[in-house]
């Protein structure tokens, strides 16, 4: 058998592991409510049948040509690109919106638990800028 589609191979195997393992887990040490063991037996299947599904058709020719086609189609490129930006510019406001609480919490509370709920925005908010300064001078340079 010839594998067509080497990631989807390799991301099958590791879906299908995954499953596999979880499913295992729960015969072998089980959840003492039912509900844990609910999610835990519907996640295990959710990821065996993800891992199949992409184990099988990593092997067929037909379904790899299509999965290319699909990946290499300018509107699902669109389509990621706008929700790339819009998903950024969520966690921006996001990451704002923390640091703002933990430093109006830590001004009226003078508690230390606060400044800590306002120092990691800030620093993902630092990264955030960093990363855009960088991969805007590396695009700039690139095009």
């Known amino acids: 058998m010839t594998i067509y589609n080497k990631s989807g191979f390799v991301w099958g195997l590791i879906w299908t592991i995954l499953g596999v393992a979880r499913l295992a887990l729960l015969v072998i040490v089980p959840e003492d409510s039912t509900a844990q ?74 508690n230390v638990a606060w400044a800590f709920v306002f120092t990691v925005p800030a620093v993902l908010l630092i990264v955030y800028m960093f990363s855009i300064i960088g991969l805007t001078i590396y695009y700039e340079h690139r095009e």
Do not use: C, H
């Open 37 to 110: 063991l609910i999610k835990g037996l519907v996640l295990g299947i959710f990821m065996l049948i993800l891992g199949v599904t992409m184990f099988r058709r990593a092997f067929s020719k037909q379904a790899t040509r299509e999965d290319r086609i699909e990946q290499r189609d300018e509107r699902n490129k669109l389509v990621t690109l706008k929700a790339q930006a819009r998903t950024s510019t969520v966690l921006l406001w996001t990451i704002v919106v923390f640091m703002a609480a933990g430093f109006v919490g830590y001004m009226v509370t003078n």
